[in-house]
């Protein structure tokens, strides 16, 4: 949803706000929870627009309106092909008898704003279960830090250093 709408407010453009999942159509009016009837806005414009009809609600904004209408139809093929790959890696390594956990990147961050802790991958890594536990990133403890060199336009990389991520030792 974020991609799809630009990561700001569909009906007043506003970014960097907390944005919500809207219905374009009302529930109450008889709109479905269909990724084309939803949309992020903020909570002014959420809470301004209730159920009513959009093109009561945009009448002012006839350009928004038919920007809004083209995207909600906007196809979602790349999301959806990550969330299947998601899915049946996670349920393959099930298979094995791991104790596994995923969920969607909306927890992962709900998580690790609950805990405090900056935005980082590693960081997410460990902020992903629904089944959250209190743990604790220790100050001293940094990720595994390979950097590669490319060669040209080739795919091959050569590690230049890695620095490990216990007692802070390095090696080169």
């Known amino acids: ?8 407010c569909a009906y007043c453009g506003a970014k960097n706000v907390p944005l919500e999942v809207e219905h374009i159509q009302a529930r109450s009016k008889g709109g479905s ?4 009837n939803l949309t992020l806005a903020c909570t002014e414009c959420n809470q301004d627009k209730g159920n009513k009809d959009i093109k009561e609600f945009l009448k002012r904004k006839p350009k928004r309106l038919k920007k809004i209408k083209a995207q909600a139809k906007a196809p979602l093929k790349d999301a959806a092909a990550v969330n299947a ?3 049946a890696t996670g349920n393959a390594l099930k298979g094995f008898g791991l104790p596994i956990t ?26 992903v279960s629904w089944r ?3 743990f604790v990133i220790p100050q001293a403890i940094t ?16 590690l230049l250093s890695i620095r490990l991520s216990e007692n802070g030792a390095q090696k080169a």
């Not at 990720?143 to 050569?158: D, E, F």
């Open 132 to 134: 959250l536990c209190s």
């Open 85 to 87: 790959t998601r899915y």
């Open 1 to 8: 949803m974020l991609e799809k709408w630009g990561r700001q």
């Open 33 to 36: 929870s269909r990724v084309s």
């Open 102 to 127: 995923f969920s969607s990147g909306g927890r992962t961050k709900f998580n690790r704003l609950k805990l405090g802790y900056k935005k980082d991958h590693w960081i997410d890594a460990a902020c």
């Open 143 to 158: 990720p595994l830090i390979l950097t590669a060199k490319g060669r040209g336009s080739r795919q091959k990389c050569s």
